[in-house]
């Protein structure tokens, strides 16, 4: 079975300073693919990224930057210069199937609070 | 405007009755889902739909049901075998993107049992 660790349950920062959410993840599977969701205070989840166990590339958008290591089955997630806007709840998620049939396996979520 | 939605978003009901919460979209998405989530968890599959007229079971299924009679419509009914309704709901439909679905989601619904 896939399990997805997040650690971290609550970690708070003030304006501007870097912040790293940490994601362990365990499967037998050799093809998975790993996701990060957003869920701000009104509850809807935002899809952040996808990435696919055969691309270890680091991917960087704006404040946002991922890294993805095989060898410590992580997948991080960093943001640069962070903003009260940053304040939410993250997700990192699994799944090994690309189809309709998807099942999302969640993390617990850490909860980031960005004080002004 | 295209989207997920789901009403109310909060819905109190007596311990004993059944409540049925609703999901429409219309984004002409084919599969549909619902996840539960509890607080300090993750969120955990209850059913999906890949299709109309069809539903598959999720992680959680227990006390709980489904029907897709529509595209566009996918209502989750807590029964009153569900031991512990209250949690937050959230809905979702997903597309083909490039070989994958990738799963949008709705703003939830908060129910609470008393």
């Known amino acids: 079975a896939q399990k997805v660790t997040q650690a971290q349950t609550e970690i708070s920062v003030v304006e501007k300073e870097d912040v790293t959410l940490d994601c362990v993840y365990e499967t037998r599977d050799t093809t998975y693919y790993l996701f990060w969701y957003k869920q701000p205070p009104s509850g809807e989840l935002v899809f952040l990224i996808r990435?696919?166990?055969?691309?270890?590339q680091n991917e960087i958008s704006g404040r946002y930057s991922w890294n993805f290591q095989k060898s410590t089955s992580s997948f991080n997630f960093t943001i640069t210069a962070s903003q009260v806007v940053d304040s939410a709840v993250y997700f990192c998620?699994?799944?090994?199937?690309?189809?309709?049939?998807?099942?999302?396996?969640f993390g617990k979520g850490i909860t980031l609070s960005v004080r002004p | 405007d295209g989207g997920i939605t789901q009403s109310p978003k909060y819905l109190f009901r007596k311990e004993g009755q059944n409540v049925t919460l609703s999901c429409e979209q219309n984004l002409n998405h084919d599969a549909m889902y619902w996840y539960r989530q509890d607080p300090g968890q993750g969120l955990r599959l209850i059913y999906y739909s890949q299709i109309v007229n069809d539903f598959q079971k999720g992680d959680i299924a227990e006390g709980y049901s489904v029907s897709r009679e529509k595209k566009e419509s996918f209502p989750l009914t807590v029964t009153s075998a569900q031991k512990n309704p209250t949690a937050f709901y959230l809905c979702?439909?997903?597309?083909?993107?490039?070989?994958?679905?990738?799963?949008?989601f709705g703003p939830g619904t908060r129910l609470t049992v008393t």
């Open positions: 990435r696919n166990s055969f691309d270890e």
């Open positions: 979702a439909s997903s597309v083909r993107h490039g070989g994958f679905y990738e799963q949008y």
């Open positions: 998620a699994l799944t090994l199937t690309p189809g309709a049939n998807s099942k999302l396996t």
